[in-house]
T-cell receptor, first 114, second 114 residues
Framework: AQTVTQSQPEMSVQEAETVTLSCTYDTSESDYYLFWYKQPPSRQMILVIRQEAYKQQNATENRFSVNFQKAAKSFSLKISDSQLGDAAMYFCAYNQYNNNDMRFGAGTRLTVKP | DTEVTQTPKHLVMGMTNKKSLKCEQHMGHRAMYWYKQKAKKPPELMFVYSYEKLSINESVPSRFSPECPNSSLLNLHLHALQPEDSALYLC?????????????FGQGTRLTVV
């Protein structure tokens, strides 16, 4: 079974600074998707960014970017120019290609200090 | 329309009650999911429906009974629940098959069993 590990239960960043959230995963598959989801206090899970394993180029969405290291099975999220609205729980997730079985890491609670 | 709508938002029920949670999406997604999320924990997969057929059941107790009446609707019938079943129940949907990408989540139903 695939597992997703987030080793940072909590992280803190100063507004306008950059922070990196870590995620590692374990799989024997070669085709899969990786995601970062954000869950604010409103509790709705919101997709932040997605990476297809077959793509070598790291995904970027505005202030959010990933560092995808397939061989190391690492998938970190970098948030640049952090904003107060970025404060939330961040979950790393794995989904095997052609399979509806998304699995989440334990989450990292991000605090943004003004 | 990129929404997944869950009703009710909050539910309090006794251990002898029967209630249902409802989920609806109109994005043409053919995979729908139920997740259970306890406080400060990641979502845990309960059930997956693919093309209106149950494809994954994560050994969930029979007091939880899913139903997928059509491709847009997903229900979760609750009966004889225990206080430890109190949690946030999240519904999600995604495209299915080879085009499977990210899951879209509803805002959840906060369930309290008394």
């Amino acid at each position: 079974a695939q597992t997703v590990t987030q080793s940072q239960p909590e992280m803190s960043v100063q507004e306008a600074e950059t922070v990196t959230l870590s995620c590692t995963y374990d799989t024997s598959e070669s085709d899969y998707y990786l995601f970062w989801y954000k869950q604010p206090p409103s509790r709705q899970m919101i997709l932040v960014i997605r990476q297809e394993a077959y793509k070598q180029q790291n995904a970027t969405e505005n202030r959010f970017s990933v560092n995808f290291q397939k061989a190391a099975k690492s998938f970190s999220l970098k948030i640049s120019d952090s904003q107060l609205g970025d404060a939330a729980m961040y979950f790393c997730a794995y989904n095997q290609y052609n399979n509806n079985d998304m699995r989440f890491g334990a989450g990292t609670r991000l605090t943004v200090k003004p | 329309d990129t929404e997944v709508t869950q009703t009710p938002k909050h539910l309090v029920m006794g251990m002898t009650n029967k209630k249902s949670l409802k989920c609806e999406q109109h994005m043409g997604h053919r995979a729908m999911y139920w997740y259970k999320q306890k406080a400060k924990k990641p979502p845990e997969l309960m059930f997956v429906y693919s093309y209106e057929k149950l494809s994954i059941n994560e050994s969930v107790p029979s007091r939880f009974s899913p139903e997928c009446p059509n491709s847009s609707l997903l229900n979760l019938h609750l009966h004889a629940l225990q206080p430890e079943d109190s949690a946030l129940y999240l519904c999600a949907s995604s495209q299915d098959g080879a085009s499977n990408t990210e899951a879209f989540f509803g805002q959840g139903t906060r369930l309290t069993v008394v």
